[in-house]
């Protein structure tokens, strides 16, 4: 199946800060989402972003399909952005069906 | 509009038991899928519902077994619990099959 690998594993940041996320994947997709998990469990999807570029406030996200990676970037960090940030694979074939990458722990220091 | 909803909340449960979870999708969406998110193995697919049909299913024993209603809404059954079915289930909706999805706040079951 397809592997995800997603890094940094932790990232600390200081409020104000930027940062990238990176995800990799092993195979080609057609299907790649952003999730951020919140302190109590919630997973909000952040993109749905199997190609290209989109920006949502001080998040956005770029895939380089034909590369295998996809970028998440938060500009001017907040503490309310801190989480777990998950990068989820699939193939339109296998519907919903997603590999999730092993996320990367991001806390927010004010 | 709501989002997705799942009940119950909490669960605990003892060996040999079974569960029944239940998920209501956002309104319209017509996909239905559930996942495993554990400490160990993170998150993990365990079958998708679309129109009342399974249409994918991970790789997961027959002890997990959901369904779907004509309304979308959803049920997954875990059947003679053991230790290691402890975890946070997840129901994710969307509108079709492969497309954004979003996740309820999920059923934190434990096994004793």
């Known amino acids: 199946g397809i592997q995800v690998e997603q890094s940094p594993p932790d990232l600390i940041l200081q409020e104000g800060a930027n940062s990238t996320l990176r995800c990799n994947f092993s195979?080609?997709?057609?299907?790649l989402q952003w999730f951020h998990q919140n302190p109590w469990g919630q997973l909000i999807n952040l993109f749905y972003i199997p190609s290209g570029t989109k920006q949502n406030g001080r998040l956005s996200a770029t895939t380089v399909a034909t590369e295998r990676y996809s970028l998440l970037y938060i500009s001017s960090s907040q503490t309310t952005d801190s989480g777990v940030y998950f990068c989820?694979?699939?193939?339109?074939?296998?519907?919903?069906?997603?590999?999730f990458g092993g996320g990367t722990r991001v806390l927010v220091k004010p | 509009k709501a989002g997705v909803t799942q009940t119950p909340r909490y669960l605990i449960k003892t060996r040999g038991q079974q569960v029944t979870l239940s998920c209501s999708p956002i309104s319209g969406h017509r996909s239905v899928s559930w996942y495993q998110q554990t400490p160990g193995q993170g998150l993990q697919f365990l079958f998708e519902y679309f129109s009342e049909t399974q249409r994918n299913k991970g790789n997961f024993p027959g002890r997990f077994s959901g369904r779907q209603f004509s309304n979308s809404r959803s049920e997954m059954n875990v059947s003679t619990l053991e230790l290691g079915d402890s975890a946070l289930y997840l129901c994710?909706?969307?509108?079709?099959?492969?497309?954004?999805?979003?996740f309820g706040s999920g059923t934190q079951l434990s096994v004793l």
């Open positions: 994710a909706s969307s509108l079709a099959t492969s497309e954004k999805l979003f």
């Open positions: 989820a694979v699939g193939i339109k074939a296998a519907g919903n069906k997603l590999t």
């Open positions: 195979d080609s997709v057609n299907n």
